[in-house]
């Protein structure tokens, strides 16, 4: 079997859509599963609409997520000289041939087309005319000469055998009269030179591959290997839209999500792997084949891509978590930074996505003060005599503490609230209001154990000489 070369061929006209991404995905790890190349282009040919700031972001994201590509980007717009010196070699062994029709011709041919209810297309008028007969000062466009007879046949990796009838295409344009080739011409071109051997992409490419199967014939190269898989639905059963949560790549960092749980939730919007959900990279690389490929139309879950993102964050290096955390905030104390440090197992527990977690860490990072926040009226009318009394006698305990850990803080302040007749449910839930400053937070002992003895008190006592 040849070395397989895949590639992702996006427009640079806006972000790297999460349908893009999955076909990126997909191209990347049928190269990577076999040993072979993966390539990308960037298809700008449409210059108008062709930005920098979309070409950075199309890197940008797939770098984020991990799909790296193998050689430097190909840019489409500086092959068009080849496009065009190959299609003129087309009209010299009579595949294809210069057409004079003018926008009024065109438009008339399409109004007698839908008058006779066929679909409008071209209608082959300058086939057999030679171009010595010409209308004079009239730039031409290239066209294919297209089968008229049979069949062109698909033999899909994913959708099986498709085939449609030859009288159904038309003699597409290959170059248009101001001299540039067209998409289809660029694209076969550039798979056959770069050459790819296998093309995934959307069934939404599905009328162009017949197209560009014709181009291939005519230049008489080998076909690539096609599958084409169904778009991604929205939950509903709709093309997926932003209503659905369908962003760009950037929208999914930017909301706190992992790269590892991006690529699992695309991973599994079209492949399959028996039951399993949760498949790291690496065990994708090592599964993944086109037999797994599905026909049907996935459907994105946002909801299931924050749990699934839960479970990454869950798993992360701990470090990994600080240190985005760090840099999202800035500079910190370093007393806080350790705080956090020892802290932050406990808050990844709790969260699913990197803005919960940054949010959750300025339990340990942020600044103590009284008053504290009442939104949830907590403190609205004073405490309750026999919490005061007991909050007191936790100080005095806490400060008699020789041992500091978890284990020995629950005996402690659980014989003490017995003792003193108080639900420990009830004190528990003020000492963490007032340690956090927020009503969700991690365990009372647990936050205990980060602060430490000096800090835990100092808390205490700031809040009973405000509020009691």
């Known amino acids: ?41 960037i298809e700008d040919t449409d210059r108008a609409r062709s930005t920098q700031e979309a070409v950075d972001a199309i890197f940008d994201g797939l770098k984020w997520l991990g799909i790296e590509w193998d050689e430097d980007p190909v840019f489409q717009f500086s092959k ?35 008058a ?18 010409a209308p004079a000062g009239v730039k031409p466009v290239i066209r294919l000469r297209a089968s008229l007879e049979g069949r062109t046949v698909l033999h899909d990796i994913v959708q099986g055998t498709v085939t449609v009838a030859n009288d ?56 690539p290997q096609f599958g084409h898989i169904p778009l991604i639905h929205g939950p509903d059963g709709t093309k997926l839209s932003k209503r659905h949560g369908a962003l760009g790549v950037d929208g999914y960092r930017d909301m706190g999500f992992l790269p590892e749980a ?34 049907s139309p996935s459907r994105f879950d946002f909801a299931k891509l924050v749990n699934m993102n839960g479970h990454y964050i869950r798993n992360a290096d701990n470090e990994q978590l600080l240190n985005y955390i760090l840099t999202t905030v800035g500079d910190i104390p370093k007393e806080k930074c350790n705080w956090l440090r020892v802290g932050i197992n406990g808050l990844k527990q709790r969260v699913k996505t990197l803005l919960e977690l940054q949010d959750l860490s300025m339990i340990y990072i942020g600044d103590f003060w009284c008053p504290l926040p009442d939104e949830f009226g907590l403190f609205r009318n004073g405490i309750e005599t026999d919490l005061t009394e007991t909050l007191r006698k936790v100080v005095g305990c806490l400060k008699q503490a020789e041992t500091w850990t978890e284990e020995n803080l629950e005996i402690i302040l659980k014989e003490l609230t017995s003792d003193c007749g108080v639900a420990f449910g009830r004190i ?17 002992f647990e936050m205990l154990a980060v602060f430490g003895q000096k800090e835990s008190i100092r808390r205490f006592e700031l809040f009973l000489d405000y509020y009691c």
């Open 1 to 41: 079997m040849n070395k397989i070369i895949t590639r992702f061929a996006p427009s640079p006209t806006g972000f790297l859509h999460i349908g893009g991404a999955r076909t990126a995905l997909f191209n990347w790890l049928l190269a990577r599963h076999h040993g072979g190349k993966f390539l990308l282009r």
């Open 80 to 114: 068009s000289g080849r496009h065009v010196e190959l299609a003129e070699q087309l009209v010299k062994n009579g595949s294809a041939y210069y057409c004079y029709c003018s926008p009024q011709e065109l438009e008339q041919m399409r109004e007698e087309a839908k």
């Open 428 to 444: 528990a839930q003020l000492l963490r209001n007032i340690l956090a400053r927020r009503k969700v937070t991690p365990g009372i």
């Open 168 to 223: 159904q295409l038309d003699d597409m344009i290959l170059v248009r009269s101001d001299g540039t080739p067209t998409f289809m011409l660029s694209v076969v071109v550039d798979d056959h030179d770069m050459g790819i051997t296998h093309v995934i992409r959307g069934d939404d490419h599905l009328t162009n591959t017949f197209r560009q199967i014709q181009i291939y014939e005519a230049f008489e190269w080998p076909l």
């Open 262 to 295: 991006v690529c699992n939730c695309l991973l599994r919007l079209g492949w399959s792997h028996g039951d399993d959900e949760i498949i790291t990279m690496q065990q994708a690389v090592e599964w993944f084949t086109t037999d797994n490929l599905g026909k």
């Open 116 to 133: 006779k209810g066929i679909s409008p297309r071209y209608n082959g008028k300058w086939r057999n005319i030679s171009p010595q007969d």
